[in-house]
């Protein structure tokens, strides 16, 4: 079961990592050879965020993460420099982790 669920939650970000890029067109430059990734989770509650620490917040999207680089969006998922989580209550009373892919500019 946490098995299936694993490969379902990597299969759903590449499929909406795919959905993204082909929305902005196929001339993206993908795949890019590093990217910043920022997590911002919602939850229902404060209560649910209030005793989680970030390193566990960060191991807790490894699985989208790989579907990132499954999409193409980097070659492997080790490419990513990934921001400290930012944590907060959803408006609509969802949970969901919301993620901002942007490229990092290679400095010459």
């Known amino acids: 079961m946490i098995a299936r669920l694993k490969k379902e939650t990597r299969y759903e970000a590449e499929i909406m990592a795919l959905n993204e890029v082909r929305r902005h067109g196929k001339d993206s430059g993908l795949p890019w050879p590093s990217a910043r990734l920022s997590l911002i989770y919602e939850f229902d509650s404060v209560r649910k965020f209030q005793n989680r620490d970030d390193d566990g917040l960060i191991g807790w999207a490894k699985h989208s993460r790989d579907g990132l680089a499954d999409a193409g969006i980097v070659e492997n998922d080790r490419h990513f420099t990934v921001d ?6 959803s408006r609509d009373g969802g949970n969901r982790l919301i993620m901002l892919v942007t490229p990092i500019e290679e400095v010459q």
Do not use: A, H, Y
């Open 84 to 89: 400290v989580p930012r944590m907060r209550v």
